[in-house]
Each structure stands twice: as structure tokens, then as C-alpha cells.
């Protein structure tokens, strides 16, 4: 496995690759790509109350829907999701969908995107939070394992080291689609700073799960079923390439 820049905008889909964009919102305005959503995001939008979260969930949404357009012969606004009972959006197989999988994920004004064929993926971004409480969120959502290995780093690392923790927690709970129903301190990950990746063994069943970039104050993580190599784009310009 191995991560790669993403140079250009070919995004070329296979089982043996998983694209990874990271977005960000800040400078962009939601309301220019309505036109992307189908029926049933249009409704979520309008219950959506902040800017920020509006164009979270716009913007990629019309991201993810523009690329997988392309593979299902559909304009974006004709696709609809379905979703699991935790809540994961799927191509539904009635678009014959050659086995599309994503995930997205968004913290303030940035977002992941992961696009990939038959292999089950998740992703997560986290702006680092100062204000919060370390001991008490990882006295109540980190196995015990997690919460040995926090306490050897010092007080004023633990924040990262939380952060880098959680995300790749969340991505594999939303790989496996269940969301938090999994329960968070029902399995561990290495919180080693500099474990790059890391193989979650349960119930004798194999995940691959990855820190990707740290940036800014952000941290973020890929979780996936097959491993695969990592294509990863941080480009400024990807969101007006891809929608333009
Ligand atoms: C999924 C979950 C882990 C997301 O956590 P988060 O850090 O707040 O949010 P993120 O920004 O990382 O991810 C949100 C995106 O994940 C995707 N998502 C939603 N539920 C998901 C799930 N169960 N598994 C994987 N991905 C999921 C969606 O695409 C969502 O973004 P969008 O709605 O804008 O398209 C958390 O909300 C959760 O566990 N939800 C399950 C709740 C549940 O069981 N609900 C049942 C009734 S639907």
C-alpha cells in the first residue's frame, strides 16, 4: 500500500485504488451548486441552519455525485442515495453500480471525500479542539487501551494525539457503516504518532486504517476493508476542475 499525489484530475476508478480529495468550503458558496442534489438533499438543506454546514454538505455531496455521474450515466441531481440504518449513504444497486463506494467526512471549512470501487471505506477530518475535555471524552468513548496509551504522552501533546486517535477511530466505524452504534470503546487503535498505518484486528477479520495528512490544525484518517493504494489530492483549484 502506498499513498500517492494526486497530480492531475484523473480520477480513474479501480479496486486497487482509492481517491482521497480534501476540500475546502471556505471560499465557496453553497447555493452555486444546488443544482447537483436531488429532491431529498434540497429538503435536508433547508433544515441545514449555518452557512459552514451548508456548504459541507452541498459541496460535497455535489462533488461525490459529479464523479460518480460519470460511472452510472446519470446526471448528478437524478441520483439518490440510499442509506443504511445507521445513516451511510450508498449508491443504491438499481443504478447498476459497478460496486461504487465513498465516504465523506467534514470538520469546519474543510472536507474529505473517498471514492473507490468494491471495497468498503471510511474517512474522517477533525479540526483539533484545545477547549475540550481529554479526560473526560476518552475516559468515556476510549477502550482501555487507548486511555494507557494516552496517558504516557505529555499533558501538552495529548490534544494531537486525542485527535489523531479519534479520527481514525471514526473512520472505521464509518467504514463499517455503523456509526457510533458500534461503540467507540469497543476496539483500539495504535495511537503511535508515528504508526502511519495500522491493521485493526477483529473478530479475526482485517481493517487497514491510515493516518493521511496533518494540516493546519486538522487531522485525518482512511479506514478500508481491501488495502489498496491511497491517491490523495489537496489541491485549491479540485472542486472548480471537478464542476466546471
Ligand atoms: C457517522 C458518524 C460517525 C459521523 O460523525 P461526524 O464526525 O459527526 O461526521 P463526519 O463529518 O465525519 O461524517 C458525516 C458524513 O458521514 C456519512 N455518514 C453518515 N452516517 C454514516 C455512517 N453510519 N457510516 C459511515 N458514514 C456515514 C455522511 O456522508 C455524512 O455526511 P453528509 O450527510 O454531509 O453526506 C456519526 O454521525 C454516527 O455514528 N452516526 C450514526 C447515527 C445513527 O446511527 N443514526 C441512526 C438513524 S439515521
Redesign the pocket.
Known amino acids: 500500500m502506498n499513498i500517492y499525489n494526486l497530480n492531475n484530475n484523473e480520477i480513474d476508478l479501480s479496486t486497487k485504488n482509492i481517491y482521497v480529495l480534501l476540500l475546502n468550503f471556505s471560499m465557496l458558496n453553497y447555493q452555486d451548486y444546488m443544482t447537483y442534489l436531488s429532491d431529498d438533499e434540497i429538503q435536508r438543506v433547508d433544515n441545514i441552519n449555518n452557512k459552514i454546514k451548508k456548504n459541507?454538505?452541498v459541496i460535497?455531496?455535489a462533488i461525490v455525485k459529479k464523479l460518480l455521474s460519470k460511472y452510472l450515466s446519470k446526471i448528478p441531481n437524478q441520483i439518490e442515495f440510499s442509506?443504511?440504518?445507521?445513516?451511510?449513504?450508498f449508491v443504491p444497486e438499481k443504478y447498476n453500480n459497478h460496486s461504487l463506494e465513498f465516504?465523506?467526512?467534514?470538520?469546519d471549512i474543510y472536507g474529505l471525500i473517498a471514492i473507490t470501487l468494491d471495497n468498503k471505506i471510511?474517512?474522517?477530518?477533525?479540526r483539533v479542539n484545545h477547549d475540550i475535555n481529554i479526560d473526560s471524552l476518552s475516559e468515556r468513548f476510549f477502550s482501555e487501551d487507548e486511555k494507557e496509551q494516552l496517558m504516557k504522552f505529555d499533558k501538552n501533546k495529548r490534544a494531537d494525539v486525542f485527535h489523531n486517535c479519534w479520527v481514525k477511530k471514526?473512520s472505521f466505524?464509518?467504514?463499517i457503516?455503523?456509526?457510533?452504534?458500534y461503540g467507540l470503546d469497543n476496539f483500539s487503535v495504535s495511537l503511535e504518532e508515528n504508526h502511519r498505518n495500522y491493521v485493526l484486528d477483529l473478530k479475526n477479520k482485517k481493517w487497514y486504517c491510515y493516518k493521511l495528512i496533518e494540516f493546519e490544525n486538522y487531522k485525518t484518517a482512511l479506514t478500508m476493508e481491501t488495502k489498496s493504494n491511497i491517491f490523495l489530492s489537496y489541491k485549491e483549484n479540485y472542486i472548480s476542475n471537478i464542476l466546471h
Open positions: 459541507q454538505f460535497s455531496r442509506y443504511n440504518k445507521h445513516g451511510k449513504p465516504n465523506i467526512s467534514h470538520s471510511g474517512v474522517d477530518i477533525q471514526e466505524i464509518k467504514a457503516g455503523s456509526g457510533v452504534a
